[in-house]
């Protein structure tokens, strides 16, 4: 059921549904330092919720509300809004009576009397306002294997809802606060020697790893042709290193040893630099 919660500024949960997300792997957590600070920057914001969700295509929902209301009592303005009288009439009272058997009748005196009445009248009116406002959003992420946890926070100022990611592990792009399920580790281990005659062939060792989490991973090796001017030839593995190489099944912590092979062009002696790059499969347009 819905959750209201104390305070003055707090939100009401009014609807919540997600999509089945698996545990969050939070040993992988990444601290983070920039915690959202309200205006006077002495205190954190205060948190709503903690949220988790998965990728893989699951979505997760949520709409909040804050509801403001103000009740207003005041005296209306009837009759001067408040009125205090005080009346006295004036009246005939009978005073004494007097009875003679042997006289003619009756004697009476009568005197006026004076009767004080004190009136108070006090009038009231009342005023009720209300103000809210509701918030939805949904969070979700197409990457099997990816998870997030994140603590929602109330911006006072904006009316608006702000997001820390305080957990998880990610790829295709690695979101800050979480831990990289893939990180590529390419190096040379081994290089040619210095002097290398023009018909003799460069032969480089080259190791691929990876430091992610994911115990296994997809990742691409590949030359960066553009800046091959004089028509260099590579070999990896002893076929030809033309484009991109994909490999698969890429264990956690686990070096892969390759052997890079360069040969001479038609034309030039001196060749400059090429960029040898290892990525994320996902990273690679040519990768399915």
């Not at 004190?118 to 998870?147: A, C, M, Q, R």
């Not at 809802?161 to 831990?179: M, N, Q, W, Y």
Request: proline share 4%; aromatic share 8%; with cysteine.
């Amino acid at each position: 059921g819905s959750n209201l919660m104390a305070g003055e500024h707090d939100l009401k949960i009014k609807d919540h549904s997600s999509a089945l997300a698996p545990q969050a792997l939070l040993s992988g957590a990444v601290e983070v330092g920039n915690q959202p600070k309200k205006e006077s920057d002495d205190t954190n914001l205060e948190e709503i919720k903690r949220i988790q969700f998965s990728g893989g295509g699951s979505t997760f929902s949520m709409a909040l509300s804050k509801e403001k209301m103000w009740n207003e009592v005041g005296l209306s303005c009837w009759e001067g809004c408040n009125t205090d009288d005080e009346y006295t009439v004036e009246g005939p009272n009978l005073d004494s009576l007097e009875a003679s058997l042997n006289g003619i009748g009756v004697k009476t005196e009568i005197k006026l009397s004076n009767l004080k009445t004190h009136v108070t009248h006090e009038s009231t009116k009342g005023k009720t306002e209300v103000e809210s406002t509701s918030i939805g959003f949904t969070l979700g992420d197409n990457d099997p294997g990816d998870e997030f946890v994140v603590d929602l926070y109330y911006d006072e100022k904006f009316g608006t809802v702000l997001f820390d990611t305080v957990a998880g592990r990610s790829k295709c792009p690695h979101e800050i606060g979480t831990a990289a399920i893939e990180d590529p580790r390419l190096v040379i281990t081994s290089f040619p020697p210095q002097h290398v005659f023009p018909d003799e062939d460069m032969v480089f060792e080259v190791q691929m790893s990876n430091l992610g989490v994911g115990e296994e991973s997809q990742f691409v090796l590949y030359a960066q042709h553009r800046d091959n001017e004089g028509s260099l030839r590579l070999i990896l593995d002893g076929a030809a290193f033309g484009g991109s190489r994909e490999f698969t099944n890429i264990l956690k912590d686990t070096p892969y040893k390759k052997t890079l092979v360069v040969q001479r062009g038609p034309r030039l002696f001196q060749y400059p630099s090429l960029d040898l790059v290892m990525e994320s499969a996902c990273e690679d347009a040519n990768s399915q």
